[in-house]
């Protein structure tokens, strides 16, 4: 029932566009604190190190899903799979 559910589940008409349009800001996001903090970003002595990675991390495999998505014609096999890190994006905005 689960697996029949997450693949033939209605997707909303703006659904994708939406996703996008967040995904965009967030890698613009990432982009401009990698710009503004130079090498100090991925330095692990940073205090912010572990958030960073964590950061980078989401926004890489929020792209390769969009990548993915528009790549393939089905949402199954791996694509699906992907799509479960989708709730790893609510744990960005839990951060102190």
């Known amino acids: 029932d689960v697996q029949y559910f997450a693949t033939t589940r209605a997707r909303w008409p703006a659904q994708d566009f939406v996703e996008g349009l967040f995904a965009g800001m967030f890698f613009v996001e990432l982009l ?21 990675v964590f950061d980078v991390v989401v926004v890489s495999t929020m792209m390769l899903e969009i990548i993915l998505a528009n790549i393939t014609a089905q949402g199954t096999g791996l694509l699906s ?3 479960v890190l989708r709730v790893i994006r609510l744990l960005r905005t839990m951060r102190a």
Request: aromatic residues 20%; without cysteine.
């Open 81 to 83: 799979q992907l799509s």
């Open 32 to 52: 401009l604190r990698g710009y503004a903090q130079g090498r100090v970003f991925l330095a692990w002595r940073e205090k912010d190190f572990g958030w960073n």
